[in-house]
């Protein structure tokens, strides 16, 4: 594809639920990043994936949080018994190689909203 | 502690007018630099990169500047536009589980 996509992109689901989160990077990068954006704050950094491996998981908030990523590709951040406090936007980007050299391109998101 | 603090928090200026958009940081060791522009409901978009040997960069009516000295940095954008509307926001490769520092970004409104 053009670009990163993510889906769904709007999820809204009841306290206490499971949630995943599906992203598409850009064909052929190899870096993929999951980030939260809550209102009015900056973007926090959840997990990134070199190929298939996330070499540092210590930035998902709690284990209720969790990734994968097969195949080199498609990537998903599941969390489970969401809370309230889950609600934010989810944002994926992917990038050639893993490294602060390369841009980072960035997909719409999925807004999550839990009840 | 790594941060980055981005002002003002928000801005409302009349199109056609210019605009600056400030970022002091505190990362080291410091890498590069980079504004993003972020359009309501769509991912952030890259405007510029900066490495410690450059001071200035334009792209189109944005130029950024960058004083590795001062840890400062500047968004100038000039002849605002209707689609300059966005969030904007600072990023300073150092520091972080992803090298990166984000900003909380300026939330600039333009006005016909």
């Known amino acids: 594809g053009a670009g990163v996509s993510q889906s769904p992109s709007n999820k809204v689901t009841e306290k206490g639920k499971d949630v995943e989160l599906r992203c598409d990077p850009i064909?052929?990068?190899?870096?993929l990043y999951w980030y939260r954006q809550s209102l009015g704050q900056g973007l926090e950094f959840l997990i990134y994936?070199?190929?298939?491996?996330?070499?540092?998981k210590s930035g998902l908030p709690s284990d209720r949080f969790s990734a994968e990523r097969t195949g080199g590709s498609v990537s998903t951040l599941t969390i489970q018994r969401t809370q309230q406090e889950d609600s934010a936007v989810y944002l994926c980007?992917?990038?050639?190689?893993?490294?602060?050299?390369?841009?980072?391109?960035f997909g719409p998101g999925t807004r999550l909203t839990v009840l | 502690k790594n941060q980055v603090e981005q002002s003002p928090q928000s801005l409302i200026i009349l199109e056609g007018k210019n605009c600056t958009l400030q970022?002091?940081?505190?990362?080291?060791?410091?890498?590069?630099l980079r504004w993003y522009k972020q359009d309501t409901g769509r991912g952030p978009v890259s405007l510029t990169i900066?490495?410690?040997?450059?001071n200035t960069k334009s792209n189109g009516r944005y130029t950024a500047t960058l004083d590795a000295d001062t840890k400062q940095s500047s968004l100038h954008i000039t002849a605002s536009q209707l689609s300059d509307s966005a969030s904007y926001i600072c990023?300073?490769?150092?520091?972080?589980?992803?090298?990166?520092?984000f900003g909380k970004g300026t939330h600039l409104i333009i006005q016909p």
């Open positions: 064909s052929g990068h190899t870096a």
């Open positions: 990023v300073v490769s150092g520091g972080g589980a992803d090298g990166l520092t």
């Open positions: 994936f070199q190929g298939n491996s996330a070499p540092d």
């Open positions: 900066m490495t410690f040997s450059e």
């Open positions: 980007a992917s990038s050639l190689a893993w490294g602060t050299q390369n841009e980072q391109f």
């Open positions: 970022c002091n940081y505190t990362v080291s060791p410091f890498s590069n």
